[in-house]
């Protein structure tokens, strides 16, 4: 096992000791994620390319007489019955959501929960999957459940949307529990089928925090979902038989003449399948500087026609590419969080420091980690780890 894994399942082990006074049950250990290309798809029925990465996040669980959440990152411990769960707003959210969502199913798990992770939170990396997934898996086992890995994506998933109230789709998931070690996961969002694709080991793949922390309940992709659901609705009037906008050319998104911001909105989720289809290509060729290009192209078209990126987001790009990736492009929701940017492997830590060096970041977002560059591995996706 990767040494990250162990170590993270370890102190959320310790965390529980700590808090509860009693061994764990059981852990699991998620991964965060990155998504190489296809942002503001899988919502709207889409293409779309994460992996798996080498920061992960960890739930210890025992049987309690009440729900009790505590966290590495929090002093306080979050109590709640089982029963009549209710939304706290807070950090816990995922956790009990997952619990509640059970509850739904007619399982009641008066769970304890240690949570530890290495996820920045907030940063595109998708710290709340890991922590849906993780604590989905270790819930479920102390319920001597099992339950295929997708299964365990789509329950996380489905407590993200009902009861943390963020209408998200299943990529994240869905890359934290099918994801590979040196494979990204070729996600068809309407099907719910992922297919694995290597990656060639030319390529590194550098994060860049951009310090600004994003919380999807707050952010405007509420809004873009609804925007996306709402040019489908319009362009169904033309062409009734569209299951989504991803099966649509671009031109014949122009065609159908949407109202604006739905015209642009649209434009976005076609072209950017088409380039998720693209990108495989590339990966398969090894075909660095074209992937990179196609990257480039997602991140202007994330800016002007999806309207989900910032200033300081659309700088550190700026920066990565002139430091020499061949591409880079705001990730995740968007909002904030963090740039990905692709860069060749062999010249990775120099083009990771000319970033650093290069960066202009405010003291406010360096304190939250703004300004860092990580380099990360495509890990395999998450699971059970013995207490
Ligand atoms: C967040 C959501 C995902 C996806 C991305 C944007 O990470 O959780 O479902 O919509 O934003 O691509």
Known sequence: MDPG???????AAELHRGTFGADPAAVAVSPGRINIIGEHTD???GL?????????????????????????????????????????????????GVVAELGTEGLAVPARMAIASDIPAGSGLSSSAALGVAATMAVLDLADLVAEPLDAGRLARAAENNFVGVPSGLMDQAAVVLGRRDHALLFDAAAEIG????????????VIQSGIERELRGSGYADRAAEAAEALRQARQTNSELKSLCDLEPHEVEALALPEPLGRRARHIAGECMRVRMAVACLEAGN???LGQLVL?????????????????DEIVEVAVDAGCPGARVMGAGFGGSVLAVAGATEAEAVAAKIEAGLNVPDV??????????????VDGAGLVQP
């Open 297 to 313: 192209t997602s991140h202007r078209s994330l800016a002007r026609d999806y309207e989900v990126s910032l200033p300081a987001l």
């Open 5 to 11: 894994r162990a170590a993270i399942a370890a102190r």
């Open 288 to 290: 660095i500087e074209a």
């Open 365 to 378: 977002a360096r304190r939250r980690g703004g300004g860092a560059v990580h380099r990360l591995a495509v």
């Open 48 to 96: 779309c390319l994460p992996a798996a990465i080498d920061r992960y996040l960890a739930v210890a669980v025992s049987q309690g007489e009440h729900i009790e959440v505590a966290s590495e990152r929090h002093d306080d411990v979050v109590r709640a019955d089982p029963e009549s769960l209710s939304r706290t707003g807070g950090w816990a959210d995922y956790a009990l």
């Open 195 to 206: 297919e694995l694709v290597a990656l060639p080991g030319e390529i590194a793949w550098l």
């Open 43 to 45: 919502y709207a029925g």
